[in-house]
């Protein structure tokens, strides 16, 4: 079992940047995958971002790619979501996820955070 706890959400100008973080404890040697996924209102969960664990190897949903950057500290179980040139759609609440998956498919995940919610205003 791995758990995640989400953290540095909040409020954020259009154009302003946020990071966030995730910690793991647990077995997070179960694991192979760590990912970030959003949900806004009324909307599906969706991929964000995607690392391996154990290897190289950094994966973008393409309509993020260029503003949004994901990265691991495997000696502190943490990662982090570093978002820039936000924009008002990327308001959602963010979850951390953790599998033997990978990829954008939110089933590919056993362990999930509670989430960390960011709001981007004008």
């Known amino acids: 079992t791995v758990q995640l706890v989400e953290s540095g959400g909040g409020s954020v100008q259009a154009g302003g940047s946020l990071r966030l973080s995730c910690t793991a404890s647990g077995d997070t040697h179960s694991s192979n995958c760590m990912a970030w996924f959003r949900q806004a209102p009324g909307k599906e969960r969706e991929g964000v971002a995607y690392?391996?664990?154990?290897?190289?190897?950094?994966y973008y949903a393409d309509s993020l790619k260029g503003r949004f950057t994901i990265s691991q500290d495997n000696a502190k179980n943490s990662l982090y979501l570093q978002m820039n040139r936000t924009k008002l759609e990327d308001t959602a609440m963010y979850y951390c996820?953790?599998?033997?998956?990978?990829?954008?498919?939110?089933?590919?995940?056993?362990?999930w955070g509670q989430g960390t919610q960011v709001t981007v205003s004008s």
């Open positions: 996820a953790a599998g033997l998956g990978c990829g954008f498919n939110a089933l590919t995940y056993e362990f």
């Open positions: 690392t391996y664990i154990h290897g190289s190897g950094t």
